[in-house]
């Protein structure tokens, strides 16, 4: 099987300009521990697109490495790429349409891509969207509005804007009826706003197709506030040790979302009285990155098995793996 790999942030995503520091980093990490899993495998020939600036973070001869410049087009390059393969496994932000876009050059291709329909990223690539969706379908998600430059916030209460489609804590403030928000957000954006709420960050790495889920392993994230922003600082995986209770939520999500395929990430906020859905990640987390050293479970092998039947999802152990992440 020819396997064409684009993680778009280390792939040339943004050759033509700087990379940006915590995507960067956390796209380095995911890229390592996808070529570790998917080294693992017999009868697999890996193709990667890597950024010009990052041309010796791949060592491995048996890995076919295509170096993106700074005059290429990327996305060019992807969809020509794409042609040799059989399989396509993109891994990218959801914001601008990029995954979307990605998904639809494949599909449109006609190969495999290891990824959920365009329609369900459409959905989960929208914060808003997903939002109504979860919440026609009973599922307890965080209220969320349409942010209005207009809107006055008389409630002493917190609350976080964020953009429409953002990625990570990436342009997301926490701000009170004080705040000049001329100061904060760009208005070439859509933005959403919700109330700021205070528990633990729990993300679930999971596996969907066709209407049922499987949960890998319930993670812990660790954030700091600097000016008024998150700054995601470590990922504990598999920091639960009995996450079961996870399972019927993840059942209802995979019910209310069919066409979700693959390796998905569900962020929670979790207090004493509720469990809050936060958003859903079509595609590899950060979180992904400590899955193998923490139940010896080779995810890339288990989403290549979804190929032709279910994922089998047996752990070798049963550790506690800490992710360092980069804050920017």
Request: glycine letters at 6%; one cysteine or more; hydrophobic letters at 40%.
């Amino acid at each position: 099987m020819k396997i064409l790999i684009f993680e778009y942030i280390t792939g040339g995503g943004f050759n033509k300009q700087a990379l940006p520091d915590s995507l960067s980093s956390e796209g380095r990490l995911m890229l390592g521990a996808l070529l570790d899993n998917l080294t693992r495998l017999e009868n697999i020939e890996l193709t990667v697109m890597l950024d010009w600036r990052l041309k010796g973070l791949i060592s491995n001869n048996l890995i076919n490495t295509v170096i993106i410049s700074s005059e290429q087009e990327s996305s060019k390059e992807f969809e020509r790429l794409a042609k040799q393969a059989d399989i396509i496994w993109p891994i990218a932000p959801e914001f601008d349409g990029i995954l979307q876009k990605l998904c639809q050059t494949a599909f449109a291709l006609g190969k495999i891509v290891l990824s959920s329909s365009e329609e369900t990223i459409a959905i989960t690539g929208n914060k808003f969207k997903t939002y109504e969706l979860l919440s026609q379908n009973h599922i307890t998600t965080v209220p969320t509005r349409i942010f209005n430059p207009l809107l006055k916030l008389v409630s002493d209460e917190e609350w976080l804007i964020k953009p429409i489609d953002g990625v990570g804590c990436v342009d997301s403030y926490i701000i009170n009826k004080s705040q000049d928000l001329n100061k904060i957000i760009s208005y070439q954006k859509e933005y959403i706003i919700q109330p700021h709420l205070y528990g633990a960050k729990t993300s679930l790495s999971c596996l969907f197709k066709q209407g049922r889920g499987w949960l890998v392993c319930a993670n812990s994230q660790n954030f700091e506030i600097i000016n008024q922003q998150y700054h995601l600082l470590e990922i504990i995986v598999n920091h639960h040790p009995d996450p079961g209770h996870y399972q019927g939520l993840i059942n209802h999500i995979a019910f209310t979302l069919p066409e979700l395929w693959g390796y998905a990430g569900i962020d929670l906020i979790e207090t004493t009285e509720q469990t809050w859905v936060l958003e859903i990640n079509p595609r590899l987390t950060t979180s992904f990155v400590g899955i193998y050293d923490a139940l010896g479970i080779n995810i890339s092998e288990a989403v290549l098995q979804m190929l032709d039947g279910d994922p089998i999802l047996k752990p070798l152990f049963n550790k506690t793996i800490s992710i360092q992440t980069h804050a920017s």
